[in-house]
DNA sequence: AAAAACGATAGTATAATCCTATACATAAGG
DNA sequence: CCTTATGTATAGGATTATACTATCGTTTTT
């Protein structure tokens, strides 16, 4: 029993006409003879009494039109939610985030893309590993650090990141254009502990330049780092276009001077397949980022 | 897509793996493969992600099992609907009957059948002529008396019936326990018009054997005449079995010497499916006239 | 680094489907 | 009653789809 044959059954049903049901489905009266009995072989009785130049359905052909108008609805269903699915009206789409760009930049991005296509499930997680997360397939696009290069991803740079000097406008630093390297030994700082990209970044920064910084606090989450900036304990260094999220006229961002640098990218399975919705996203990215810098 | 197919998919679905699913479906891991792609190729979107040696369901792979899973499910009803059909536990059936016949004798086979086959509906119409009606497919058998050969027609005669003559048990006819042909012209009879089969009959009888009868009283209805019997108004000839059915402690039949007889016969279509229903009907009435006989 | 596991690909054999031509049967018309 | 028209089944052959075996390329495991 094949959908093939079932469409053929059902106009049949519909015609009680072989010739006429041949006809309108494009194929030969004989050819459609032969597959009617092909089924009726298979249910082991006759679907239409042929009685001379009548033809009608029998109980048995009549049970299975009922049956078979379901399921070849069920399939067509199939095909129209996958459609739609693949049209961006549907569909989801995981993806994992730096928990520091999920916080402070992306929530708009989620929010404009969801304007645009509200019935897409978007699922952020933030991770601090998120090559590893595509990897094993817990989400669809990664969007993070660059990483080093691995074959079975793909990496798409989407920006480059400067980092600025976050501090309170009352603290004599915060009405300067530009910092210099020197500059941020005289400033109490508050960063991420050690082992965290956002701080191993900036202290091999550091020793480029035979320098060093001395954090006085250490905490793994960026909320609290500007918590910490707010209440005058000292200054912190984060990328720079975090502070057009931030929504507090307390801090100020002030650019580094030959700052670090660093590059985001997206990066996504080369042997998954990417969805319209994670297509979608991923270029919403890209002008999110590049109308922002 | 195919029926072959969405099995073939149903099965990867719970597998996630080619080569075991291909060997539960005995066939080869390459066609499983290939027929998943014919697959992918007509909804326009892959259904796995073959991730190395991981395979997962897509998005829509997780949506195309979902409503396969129906419609799988619903061809399984029709199968299962189609076999019960057969098996007898359902269906139904139309018969035609002659008037009488349906009044005094086969009721007590439709109870019989019923109570072996309680879902199967049984649809009985009296009818005086029985053949055009299976011929316009009114109904599905016919039984009734022989008819002219019709190449469209198969004919089962299963029963010869006699006559005898009905009379109420004051007269004195009742008491005998034959009566010839002499002994009709001394009794008032109540008979079927002219033209009716029943009457029809009689009169040939009686013209061969240079005779004639005289009805008193004419209608149309068995029943009718059996109560202007018990009413004294005279005799009536009707086949000899009819009285086993008769629950008339007046009334007597004494059976009619050199008697004519009425051949029954069933009749159905030829080129009409005989479904089990109307074979074990068939086989009922014959075992149920012969061990009435 | 070698081996094993897994899926994709290539090439070919088999089977199913489809077509044309024609036969057979029934209903309709002169 | 015979002829014609209509409708379906059958036969034979061409085409397509499906299946297999053998093998390759990757990825994971030992």
């Not at 929010?111 to 699922?123: A, G, N, S, Y």
């Not at 202290?203 to 480029?208: N, P, T």
């Not at 304990?233 to 660093?262: A, H, K, M, N």
Request: charged share 25%; glycine share 6%; proline share 4%.
């Amino acid at each position: 029993m094949e959908i093939r044959q079932l469409h053929y059954f059902l106009k049949l049903c519909n015609e009680l006409h072989f010739s006429e049901a041949a006809y309108q489905l494009g194929i030969s009266q004989p050819t459609l003879s032969q597959q009617i009995r092909v089924l009726e072989d298979e249910v082991g009785v006759p679907l239409f009494d042929r009685m001379g130049k009548k033809t009608e359905k029998t109980e048995a052909g009549a049970i299975l039109e009922h049956y078979a108008m379901q399921a070849v609805r069920q399939l067509e269903n199939a095909k129209q939610a996958i459609a739609d699915l693949t049209a961006m009206n549907a569909g989801s789409l995981r993806v994992a985030v730096l928990p520091s760009d999920l916080d402070y930049r992306l929530t708009a991005l989620l929010i404009e893309f969801h304007k645009e296509f509200p019935r897409t499930k978007v699922q952020v997680v933030p991770s601090l590993n998120i090559v590893n997360q595509v990897l094993d397939n817990e989400v669809d696009i990664g969007v993070g650090l660059s990483a080093k290069p691995d074959s079975r991803l793909h990496r798409t740079p989407f920006y480059t990141e400067t980092y600025s000097l976050y501090i309170r406008q009352d603290h004599p630093l915060a009405e300067r254009n530009v910092i210099s390297v020197e500059d941020l030994g005289a400033v109490p700082l508050v960063m991420y502990p050690k082992g965290f990209y956002g701080r191993d970044l900036i202290d091999a920064w550091c020793l480029e330049r035979q320098t060093s910084i001395d954090a006085l606090m250490e905490t793994g989450s960026a909320a609290s780092l500007f918590q910490l900036v707010q209440a005058g304990i000292g200054g912190t260094i984060q990328p720079s276009r975090l502070i057009e999220s931030l929504r507090s006229t307390d801090i100020r961002s002030v650019p580094i001077q030959d700052s670090p640098v660093r590059d985001l990218e997206i990066v996504y399975r080369n042997d998954k397949y990417v969805s319209l919705a994670a297509k979608t996203f991923i270029r919403r990215l890209e002008t999110f980022f590049q109308g922002d810098g």
